[in-house]
């Protein structure tokens, strides 16, 4: 099993260009989540999917849409990139109990470096 | 605001003595969790405490939980180099679905 796995591992765009980060994991998990990584920050929730065919918002999702595209895959879209979107992006996965409650453990991806000038 | 916070927020310690690392939380939890970053990396999960669990062992690691103060530690004993990372601790409120993760604390070890 590969995991979670994101594509590219590292990006740079001009202000106003935009992009798609992949996220696709193998883990047939549930749910999936959009992180961003600033220096001192910690991990702050961009969006996530509770299951398939549902998206919500987390702590920071202007300037970002996301797409589930199925089970597996759950890509972010920035539309119009600025500087301030310059950061460490992951992307991390949560599987579900027999009983379809969550499980608390996520799994992360390796990360996409993002660059905006 | 961020439901968890580390202390301190870096650690430089001599290869063989133990870290201690602690997490403070805001409201009510589930359970909490500590992750592990190397540089570059994405997070890895390390161990996970729950509400009416007091301490928990894994290995090299001991983590300790006090709902009264709302705060955690992580201790890592007898360091190793290759222990140098960052670590994040991580919470989900009680009734809730989303992680919460902390700033975390950059751990260095010298050899």
């Known amino acids: 099993n590969a995991g979670v796995t994101q594509t590219p591992k590292f990006q740079v765009l001009k202000t106003g260009q935009s992009m798609t980060l992949q996220c696709a994991q193998d883990m047939n998990h549930n749910s999936m989540y959009w992180y961003r990584q600033d220096p001192g920050m910690g991990l702050r929730l961009i969006y996530y999917?509770?299951?398939?065919?549902?998206?919500d918002k987390g702590e920071v999702p202007n300037g970002y849409n996301v797409s589930r595209l199925n089970k597996r895959e759950f890509s972010l879209r920035l539309e119009s990139a600025a500087p301030s979107q310059t950061s460490v992006y992951f992307c991390?996965?949560?599987?579900?109990?027999?009983?379809?409650?969550?499980?608390?453990?996520?799994?992360f991806g390796p990360g996409t470096r993002l660059l905006v000038l | 605001s961020q439901q968890g916070e580390e202390d301190p927020q870096a650690l430089s310690i001599q290869e063989g003595e133990n870290a201690t690392m602690n997490c403070s939380y805001k409201?009510?939890?589930?359970?909490l969790q500590w992750y592990r970053q190397n540089s570059g990396r994405g997070l890895v999960h390390l161990i996970l405490?729950?509400?009416?669990?007091r301490e928990k062992h894994s290995g090299r690691l001991r983590v300790t939980l006090d709902t009264s103060k709302k705060s955690s530690s992580l201790l890592i004993t007898a360091s190793r180099a290759a222990d140098t990372a960052s670590y994040f601790c991580a919470t989900i409120r009680t009734g809730g679905f989303k992680t919460i993760f902390g700033a975390g604390t950059r751990l260095f070890v010298k050899a």
């Open positions: 991390a996965s949560r599987g579900a109990t027999n009983r379809g409650l969550f499980q608390e453990t996520q799994y």
């Open positions: 409201t009510s939890i589930n359970n």
């Open positions: 405490i729950r509400s009416n669990e």
């Open positions: 999917s509770a299951s398939e065919g549902t998206t």
